[in-house]
Structure formats: structure tokens, C-alpha cells
Nanobody, 115 residues
Framework: QVQLVESGGGLVQPGGSLRLSCAAS????????MGWYRHTPGKQRELVAT???????NYGDSVKGRFTISRDNAKSTVYLQMNNLKPEDTAVYSC?????????WGQGTQVTVSS
């Protein structure tokens, strides 16, 4: 079982940056795939970025070139660096882990981009 705790959300102006963190219980080196998803009321949950155990990354089209996902196995943490934020990036961002075909989710952290 994996427990995930996100942090780093908040209010930021358009064009600003935030870094989200997802701390996992236990070693994340055993976790094949971790990622970030976001959800806005009235919309489907959207893929933001994923990273494999081998550090292969994948990004949603709307964040390519602006967001970067990374993982630090020693700290059991996955990060999402978000640059050039736009109002449409406003959402609850949730961390996801896939371990032995089971999916685990964090509680989510709110990101609001507004002037």
C-alpha cells in the first residue's frame, strides 16, 4: 500500500511559478509509474504528467514546455515544477502512483492562477 501527500499548492499570478511535491510512504523506487492529474468541477480529470521508474516522462498537451515532472527516490518524492502558469491551470492537482496494478491517490492540492 502507498500513501501520498501533496503540498505546494496556492495562489499565484498568471506567468508565475509553483512547485508541487508528492511525498510517498516507503520507497518510490518500487513504484513503476507516478504522476500528476488535475480536476476542475464540471470537467473530466486531466493528465498533467507522468514519470516511470526509469525516468521516462509524459505530459499532457496543455502543459508541454511549461511543466516538468521529476522524482527523487532518496526522498520518496515526486515533484511538479509549473512555470508560466495560466488561469486555465487552476485546478485541484492530485498525485497518483501505480504499484502492482493498484492505483493510489493523494488528497489533492489546490492551485489557483489569478491576478
Amino acid at each position: 500500500q502507498v500513501q501520498l501527500v501533496e503540498s505546494g499548492g496556492g495562489l499565484v499570478q498568471p506567468g508565475g511559478s509553483l512547485r508541487l511535491s508528492c511525498a510517498a510512504s516507503g520507497s518510490i523506487s518500487r513504484i513503476a509509474l507516478m504522476g500528476w492529474y488535475r480536476h476542475t468541477p464540471g470537467k473530466q480529470r486531466e493528465l498533467v504528467a507522468t514519470i516511470t521508474r526509469d525516468n521516462n516522462t509524459n505530459y499532457g498537451d496543455s502543459v508541454k514546455g511549461r511543466f516538468t515532472i521529476s522524482r527523487d527516490n532518496a526522498k520518496s518524492t515526486v515533484y511538479l515544477q509549473m512555470n508560466n502558469l495560466k488561469p486555465e491551470d487552476t485546478a485541484v492537482y492530485s498525485c497518483n502512483a501505480v504499484l502492482l496494478l493498484e492505483q493510489y491517490w493523494g488528497q489533492g492540492t489546490q492551485v489557483t492562477v489569478s491576478s
